[in-house]
């Protein structure tokens, strides 16, 4: 069906444009009428843009700072980015931005344009725009959120490098064990079986493995897979991102690591907000909306309701599951004394600090970890491979 572009006004006088598919322009009309639009204009347009592959983080990252500078410097965003569009190599990118132009013109706010293409994204990056808009410093807002993708695509870079060599190891320890127990045990088997000796618990257990070795690799690739489409499959909800959240907190040193950055953009999205003026309840939901972190708003909406209804931060911090208690404190102690952003401030770069010790800490102890496990794994192996050939030589002997 063809598409019709539009202006008119929303039920509470609000100017809106738009575009709509119909099957004409009076079926189109209609379809507005009964949305209690009051329609002003409605021409034929072209349809849509093919929608973009999502973006990667690099590219986030890159465009994330691109718009951080087109704010600071105060040019109109639908221009600067029409123009970052025609410098930029990623064929990706490229149209990714070119819709959003497409849609920024054609008067749509550009958190609502970049809600309508975020999944995908590494985080609610529509939250973030909206609540740098409405604390009135989207460029602080958007670096912050750079240096907290930086320093969660560094740790995983981290982990994947350090367990690199281990994976590897692991991929030709299961090639070699899958020769053996497709080859080699069942040979040993029919050598067992004539002998007829009563065999070891772990080498009935061997051969056990050995017959059925092609279903249980099958049934571990199933899991395997269904593990990775889960997590993924996660993303595509909020109860579904509170569970991948709730996973990562309880990963050891991982877990560390988010929760001291998670911390670290909240504190200083609520540093910037207060310091432009911004009530301190209002700061705290702006920062939670910022992070795009369930727990971590229900927390600043506990927070800013206690506040708002007189109670003091530092007892309703108590209860708080992610925000610190130290948060209430310093702020108790610093609002009498007039350096709240500055307080607020320095508490986020010291968890700044504590994510990137913990990301020391990670790299210390993974690969050695990881070395360890697999060295139990194949020793575990070659035992049992091996103890059938003692117990048979000492069957022997004994005979």
């Known amino acids: 069906m063809p598409w019709f572009e539009y202006e008119g006004l929303t039920p509470g006088g609000t100017a ?7 099957a004409d322009r009076e079926r189109a009309g209609e379809d ?3 949305m209690q639009m009051e329609v002003r204009e409605i ?3 072209d349809a849509p843009p093919k929608r973009a592959a999502p973006l990667s983080e690099d590219d986030l990252i890159f465009f994330n700072q691109q718009l951080a500078s087109l704010a600071e410097a105060g040019i109109a965003l639908d221009e600067g980015l029409a123009q970052l569009a025609r410098d930029i190599e990623s064929p990706r990118l490229r149209r990714w ?6 849609d920024i013109r054609r008067g749509i706010p550009i958190d609502q344009a970049i809600a309508a293409r975020e999944r995908g994204l590494p985080l609610l990056y529509s939250r973030v725009i909206r609540a740098g808009i409405a604390s009135g410093e989207l460029p602080a807002t958007l670096l912050n959120l750079n240096q907290h993708l930086r320093l969660a695509g560094n740790t995983r870079r981290m982990i994947w490098e350090l367990a690199s060599y281990p994976l590897l190891v692991a991929a030709l320890a299961v090639t070699i064990v899958s020769g053996l127990f497709l080859m080699v045990v069942p040979r040993f088997h029919d050598i067992f079986v004539d002998f007829g000796t009563e065999l070891p618990g772990l080498t009935v257990l061997l051969l056990a493995i050995a017959d059925n070795y ?7 690739a199933l899991v395997v897979a269904g593990v990775i489409l889960g997590w993924r499959w996660l993303r595509l909800s909020r109860t579904g991102l509170a569970i991948r959240e709730s996973i990562i907190f309880a990963a050891p040193v991982v877990g560390k690591v988010y929760r001291a950055s998670l911390i670290a953009r909240f504190l200083r999205a609520v540093s910037t907000a207060v310091a432009t003026g911004v009530p301190l309840p209002q700061a705290m939901r702006l920062g939670a909306d910022a992070t795009g972190s369930k727990y971590l708003i229900d927390d600043a909406e506990h ?3 206690e506040v708002e209804r007189g109670q003091s931060v530092f007892v309703a911090n108590q209860s708080a599951r992610i925000i610190p208690p130290l948060f209430g404190f310093c702020v108790q102690v610093a609002v009498g004394r007039d350096t709240l952003p500055t307080a607020i401030g320095q508490l986020a770069r010291s968890y700044e600090n504590r994510a990137v010790h913990a990301q020391f800490v990670l790299q210390a102890m993974l690969f050695p970890l ?3 496990v697999l060295g139990c794994i194949v020793g575990i192996m070659i035992v049992a491979m091996f103890l059938p050939l003692v117990h048979l030589i000492n069957c022997v002997s004994s005979g």
């Open 303 to 305: 927070l800013a309701g």
């Open 214 to 220: 092609p279903t249980i690799m099958l049934v571990f």
């Open 32 to 34: 507005l009428a009964g």
């Open 370 to 372: 990881l070395v360890m």
């Open 16 to 22: 809106i444009a738009g575009r709509v598919e119909a």
């Open 43 to 45: 021409r034929k347009a």
């Open 97 to 102: 931005i070119v819709e959003l132009v497409h």
